[in-house]
């Protein structure tokens, strides 16, 4: 049984995905069995032959040179860009936490370092009806997932980044630290606001990534120290 880090963004698009990607480059090109797991993904792309693409799910397959199919690599997709709960309410295809237990599961036995990326930001509704109320929280919670935090480097990161982790400390759920994304090296603003978070939070930023890097600027026994049993 392999360890596992769950990621969680400040929000949708900040770039979770894409630091993902490096992360799991980093473990791999270390030679560790870094692997990749997500829940729920919307916004699938149909491939012309009615199948959804997993966008997350190949672009970190593509980039870390993940053996699997992705669509192994996640366990709904669905095609329209809303919140997972509501691309199930209009699929009539709820999330079920005994099927998300179970892949994930298995994704833990195929991989030493597993990484499992959330959907949205961390209060996002993965399943919203009259049988069960969800959200991305419960998720990580019941899975007992400690979390990295994607943070944007630019304005409004303190406030974002900040209320993140001070709502999984609320719930319980051990936060590991913050990358932040789209770096601009040598911004005075940026480098104040990782400064910020880590004063106010006592949350380390242990790495920034800027637009189009292909590696992420750490240790990978310090990266993969942050994972789990
Ligand atoms: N550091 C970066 N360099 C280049 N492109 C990036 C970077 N971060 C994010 N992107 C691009 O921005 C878009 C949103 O990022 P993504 O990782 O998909 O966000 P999320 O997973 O949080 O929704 C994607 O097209 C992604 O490739
Ligand atoms: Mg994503």
Same mark, same amino acid.
């Given at each position: 049984?392999?360890?596992?880090?769950?990621?969680? #963004?400040?929000?949708? $698009?900040?770039?979770?995905?894409?630091?993902? !990607?490096?992360?799991?480059?980093?473990?791999?090109? =270390? /030679? *560790?069995?870094?692997?990749?797991?997500?829940?729920?993904?919307? #916004?699938?792309?149909? $491939?012309?032959?009615?199948?959804?693409?997993? !966008?997350?799910?190949?672009?970190?397959?593509?980039? =870390? /040179? *993940?053996?699997?199919?992705?669509?192994?690599?996640?366990?709904?997709?669905?095609?329209?860009?809303?919140?997972?709960?509501?691309?199930?309410?209009?699929?009539?295809?709820?999330?079920?936490?005994?099927?998300?237990?179970?892949?994930?599961?298995?994704?833990?036995?195929?991989?030493?370092?597993?990484?499992?990326?959330?959907?949205?930001?961390?209060?996002?509704?993965?399943?919203?009806?009259?049988?069960?109320?969800?959200?991305?929280?419960?998720?990580?919670?019941?899975?007992?997932?400690?979390?990295?935090?994607?943070?944007?480097?630019?304005?409004?990161?303190?406030?974002?980044?900040?209320?993140?982790?001070?709502?999984?400390?609320?719930?319980?759920?051990?936060?590991?630290?913050?990358?932040?994304?789209?770096?601009?090296?040598?911004?005075?603003?940026?480098?104040?606001?990782?400064?910020?978070?880590?004063?106010?939070?006592?949350?380390?930023?242990?790495?920034?990534?800027?637009?189009?890097?292909?590696?992420?600027?750490?240790?990978?026994?310090?990266?993969?120290?942050?994972?789990?049993?």
């Amino acid at each position: 049984m392999g360890k596992a880090l769950f990621i969680t #963004g400040t929000g949708t $698009d900040i770039g979770k995905t894409y630091v993902t !990607g490096l992360i799991v480059k980093k473990l791999r090109d =270390a /030679g *560790l069995n870094g692997g990749y797991y997500k829940a729920a993904l919307s #916004g699938a792309e149909p $491939d012309g032959e009615g199948h959804l693409c997993p !966008g997350d799910a190949q672009f970190v397959k593509d980039m =870390a /040179g *993940l053996p699997e199919p992705a669509e192994k690599l996640v366990s709904y997709i669905y095609k329209e860009a809303v919140s997972p709960h509501l691309a199930a309410q209009w699929n009539e295809r709820p999330v079920e936490m005994s099927r998300i237990q179970a892949d994930f599961r298995q994704a833990r036995e195929k991989y030493a370092y597993l990484t499992m990326e959330g959907s949205g930001g961390i209060i996002c509704p993965l399943r919203w009806d009259a049988e069960k109320h969800l959200i991305l929280d419960d998720m990580v919670k019941e899975l007992q997932l400690p979390v990295l935090i994607i943070a944007d480097a630019g304005l409004g990161t303190i406030n974002s980044a900040v209320l993140t982790i001070e709502h999984l400390r609320h719930r319980q759920i051990p936060v590991k630290g913050v990358i932040f994304n789209n770096y601009h090296a040598g911004d005075r603003m940026e480098t104040d606001n990782a400064r910020m978070i880590e004063e106010i939070t006592g949350v380390p930023v242990i790495a920034k990534v800027s637009k189009g890097d292909r590696e992420l600027a750490i240790d990978a026994e310090e990266l993969a120290a942050l994972y789990e049993d």
